[in-house]
């Protein structure tokens, strides 16, 4: 029920390529929600974008610098999506209009010397802004706001959808929960459920009071690029109980990310499929399908949506940034 009169967007540019639908989905549903809102998306690239020629990953940041001190532009690559010209340009458009604050990708004889420029902004994994780099970023928002003249509203419209969204990951709540399997702070203050039941683990999901079919997401954790530390997962929808015969969505889930040459333990989101009007659905969830799992299979939390006409309609993958 918050009202936003500034929002920010911000989307890590070398995932674009998976996560580009979800972030025109967001826009256009912060749009229609409130009208008269500044929209900022964030398109800055990273250090992580940088690699050196002949190398998958970027080693630790002292050695990194040490290795770039001795080498040329031409031993460095950037890895940049080719249609991220096109994101720019829709986000503009007036399903959306929103602004996007931009830091231009260096030309190929300035990669050392943006490099060395922007290696305070970032934390030591290249990726995640530091403290002074927010503060930078801070300062590049209210900017934007400044030279728009933008002036505060508090218009809002009705949410054209009854979505339900639910996260514990940042605060281990268990407000609307109703689930077998225990909430566990597992690293820095984050939580999830863990599927320790070797008979079954549920999640039930309440669609009872919705006239509509909708269609449910499910948040997990998932690492890589080798090891696999959760084995995967099988994960059913049973409407009514959770032992209900003839599943209605059977989703095998891969919880190894290879997509990414660096150690990863993120946060990533997978299509279940569809729940019917007026009942209870209970998301099952079967762990350690590769039979070599160290950890229980970590759920974070789920997503139930209506469906919307789209400019363009997701895939049914992974939506590692949509909601």
Not at 282 to 293: D, E, F, R
Request: glycine share 4%.
């Amino acid at each position: 029920d918050a009202i936003y009169d500034v929002i920010v967007i911000e989307y890590m540019p070398h995932m674009y390529s998976s996560t580009k639908q979800a972030m025109l989905r967001l826009g256009e549903r912060m749009r229609q929600r409130f009208p008269d809102a500044m929209i900022i998306y964030i398109d800055m690239w990273t250090i992580d974008q940088f690699k050196i020629n002949g190398t998958t990953t970027i080693p630790a940041m002292d050695e990194y610098y040490k290795a770039i001190a001795n080498i040329r532009n031409d031993d460095l690559q950037f890895q940049l999506a080719d249609d991220m010209a096109m994101m720019r340009e829709t986000v503009q458009k007036e399903s959306i209009r929103a602004h996007v604050l931009q830091y231009d990708v260096p030309e190929p004889s300035e990669y050392k010397e943006a490099i060395q420029t922007m290696r305070n902004y970032y934390n030591p994994d290249h990726k995640h802004w530091s403290q002074f780099g927010m503060k930078w970023l801070k300062h590049k928002i209210i900017k934007v706001i400044r030279e728009n003249q933008h002036k505060r509203s508090d218009r809002v419209r009705i949410w054209q959808s009854k979505d339900e969204c639910l996260s514990w990951y940042q605060d281990g709540s268990e407000r609307s929960l109703h689930t077998n399997m225990p909430m566990v702070a597992f690293r820095d203050g984050k939580f999830a459920l863990e599927a320790i039941h070797s008979d079954l683990n549920f999640i039930r999901i309440d669609n009872t009071a919705s006239r509509k079919p909708k269609h449910a997401y499910l948040s997990f954790m998932g690492t890589g690029p080798s090891d696999d530390v959760y084995g995967g997962a099988r994960v059913e929808l049973h409407p009514e109980h959770p032992t209900t015969p003839n599943a209605t969505a059977v989703v095998n889930i891969d919880t190894l990310m290879t997509w990414y040459p660096a150690p990863w333990h993120v946060v990533r989101h997978k299509y279940i499929g569809e729940i019917q009007p007026g009942l209870f659905t209970y998301l099952t969830i079967a762990g350690n399908q590769t039979g070599k799992a160290t950890q229980d299979f970590r759920a974070v939390g789920f997503n139930v949506v209506t469906e919307e006409p789209l400019q363009e309609k997701f895939s049914g993958e992974d939506l590692r940034a949509a909601f």
